[in-house]
């Protein structure tokens, strides 16, 4: 039994000295920025929406992207169960962290579920890599992805969360 402690203590000890001389290395010295933040819809602030992304006023992004998202629905669908399932495209215009001003271009797919007459959202959350080569500007070569979550209340806002890794 003393001996399997003895290599257990060891191997503790290897493993914290392998992780203090830096193998492991964190998300931002890989050149990927963890992002954050809420939006919510604002036809006033977003208000010069790119051709094909008009499906829904721009949702304007606060926080670690500063901006906004207009989005294109390529395919949207109910189910006898009250969910909806939609995807399509998506043009972010802004910046990440206060930097230089660009566009990425996501896809995405949203996942909600519905009171049975689909007026009122129970819940909702939605997927949007980002496509490849579809930066421009301080995105130029971005990679990554972006997650939604719906808050429902009064009226429904959104957080978002993910990473973004610049050329």
Known sequence: MRTRIRRLAMLGML?????????????????T?????????DATWCDS???????????????????????GVDEA????????????????????NGGATG?????????????????????????HPIAAGSGTGGFEGATGRLDFKDIIGETVTYVYRGHIKLG
């Open 103 to 127: 566009t990425f271009t996501t896809s995405y797919r949203f996942q909600g579920k519905y009171e049975a007459d689909f007026t009122v959202e129970i819940h909702g959350r939605c997927q």
């Open 49 to 71: 929406p790119p051709a094909g992304f008009t499906s829904y006023p721009g949702l304007r992004l606060t926080g670690s992207l500063e901006g906004c998202l207009y989005t």
């Open 77 to 96: 669908r109910q189910t006898p169960s009250g969910g909806w399932i939609e995807t399509g495209r998506e043009m972010f215009v802004g910046s990440l």
């Open 15 to 31: 493993m914290g000295g392998l992780l203090g001389t830096g193998l492991m290395v964190p998300v931002s010295a890989a050149g």
């Open 33 to 41: 920025t963890q992002i954050g933040g809420d939006a919510g819809y």
